[in-house]
């Protein structure tokens, strides 16, 4: 079959695209900028990359008449608060508007479990555009999932951010809500399994784990896999404004979709009874066997997707590298070093491997405060790390930067910084006749942007000439 994946680089994405053309399928991955498609998708025949803004009606054409089913996959918690609900609704009209001009047969939408009373502003964005996508020109099958667990995933790597920092916790009483996690796993089973089926067509199932556990639950479960011990004390008194600033300094999320998940977080996640897993033949885990599972990936270094590469983690960028890939000439600053190679792989692959657990290579201590700086005036800081030590490509975030582009066989890598600044900086590191090429490129705002270059001019000599000294020695 032929089948369109909207929102292909996000967390569900890159994990279900695989799959798919493991079962013979013909994939279309539409995203907002090709760049941000994995490299691997280039030799693959299988795979095809269309570039659709659903933002954007006239992006719209791009997509095939002749596809069969849609993962529907969309969502836009990268926004602010304050208008993320209109852009769920016009993204959800526009891909209706385009799909019933295709062939397609059937969309699968993924939302999230909606049967409380008081919904949370993002749940009841995603009822809505439930509502939006059905249709009399295609079957629309609906799978709403309760909180997802699995590598890279936000819930999972805020939850060990928060076990694994804190050995007493005192909490927001919203630990004590109930919810019924999933295994990413049984989430892609899930969704693969029901394209095509026609026992699933126009209709809405609740997907969930065999458990219904509290928030704090999990952290004890989590810790008891993790083999630590961890005491956690809810108190009432925590606005969600503290309660958002709270996850904010203790995990790698970001203050923005903190502030989502606190108002989410007070809502009961439980789903409905049904026999969707007799249906489609799946068992889902418990939620200890999904956090073990998540770890074995981890241990491996095969975390295909986090979400802490999502434009979610972005204040700075919204999907469109190509505008940043051009680094700027005119009214910039630059520190450019340039130092011989004296192995090309070896080089090469510590470039790849730059940041995260690795660290800089030099002066780390110095990244590391200035990490914690940022984070103090509402950055970002070294939290994010990186999602493969070893691996890099296009959007995915690398500590406080961005990567714009990167690909070994032209040896070049750059890096976009996101971090909070009076201005914009670019980091670049390119090999050309067997000479690292190092550039750091400031295009400062104003004349605090200016103080803030000559400020720091002193560390950047010190960093940057230890760091290319590290790179290209053997």
């Not at 993962?71 to 016009?90: A, G, N, P």
Request: net charge positive.
């Amino acid at each position: 079959m032929k089948i369109l994946i909207t929102g292909a680089t996000g967390y569900i994405g890159k994990r279900i695209i695989p799959m798919l053309t493991n079962q013979g399928h013909h994939v279309i991955c539409a995203v907002r900028d090709k760049l941000r498609a994995d490299i691997s998708y280039e030799g693959d025949d299988l795979i095809e990359v269309i570039e659709v803004d659903f933002l954007k009606p006239e992006t719209l054409q791009n997509i095939p008449l002749d596809i069969d089913i849609v993962y529907y996959l969309i969502h836009s918690m990268t926004t602010s608060s304050e208008d993320f609900e209109s852009l769920e609704k016009q993204c959800a009209t526009n891909f209706k508007n385009a799909l019933e001009k295709t062939n397609a047969d059937q969309v699968i939408y993924l939302s999230g479990i909606t049967n409380d009373n008081k919904l949370s502003k993002h749940l009841r964005s995603r009822l809505q555009v439930e509502h939006i996508l059905k249709s009399d020109h295609y079957n629309l099958s609906v799978f709403k999932a309760g909180i997802i667990v699995g590598s890279g995933s936000s819930s999972f790597e805020i939850i060990r951010d928060l076990v694994e920092k804190l050995p007493f916790m005192i909490a927001p009483k919203w630990l004590n809500t109930k919810t019924q996690p999933i295994a990413i796993r049984d989430v892609l089973s899930i969704l693969t399994a029901a394209a095509g089926n026609k026992l699933v067509y126009n209709k809405t199932f609740d997907i969930y784990g065999p458990e219904i556990i509290t928030y704090k639950d999990m952290l004890l479960q989590f810790a008891e896999v993790r083999q630590l011990k961890r005491y956690i004390l809810t108190v009432p008194v925590m606005t969600p404004k503290l309660s958002s600033y709270w996850l904010y300094f203790v995990t790698s999320t970001s203050y923005k979709l903190a502030t989502a998940l606190v108002d989410s977080m007070g809502v009961e996640i439980i789903g409905k009874p049904s026999n969707i897993n007799k249906i489609l033949n799946v068992n889902p885990i418990t939620y200890k066997q999904a956090v073990t599972l998540a770890f074995e990936k981890i241990e491996q270094n095969s975390i295909i997707s986090s979400w802490k590469d999502s434009m979610i983690s972005s204040d700075r960028l919204r999907n469109q590298l190509h505008k940043y890939i051009n680094v700027p000439k005119y009214g910039c600053y630059k520190d450019y070093k340039e130092r011989e190679v004296k192995n090309l792989e070896s080089t090469l692959d510590k470039i790849w491997c730059i940041g995260g657990k690795t660290g800089w290579y030099y002066g780390n201590i110095l990244w590391r405060i200035r990490g914690y700086l940022d984070k103090l005036v509402g950055g970002i800081g070294l939290r994010r790390g990186r999602t493969n030590d070893k691996d890099l490509n296009a959007g995915d975030s690398l500590d406080f930067w961005r990567v714009i582009f990167a690909d070994k066989k032209q040896q070049k890598l750059l890096l976009y910084a996101e971090m909070k600044l009076p201005g914009e900086a670019w980091l670049e590191f390119k090999i050309e006749q067997n000479i690292l090429k190092q550039t750091a490129t400031f295009r400062p705002r104003g004349l605090w942007g200016r103080l803030y270059w000559f400020a720091v001019l002193p560390l950047h000599g010190f960093i940057f000439n230890g760091m290319i000294k590290k790179l290209t020695d053997v």
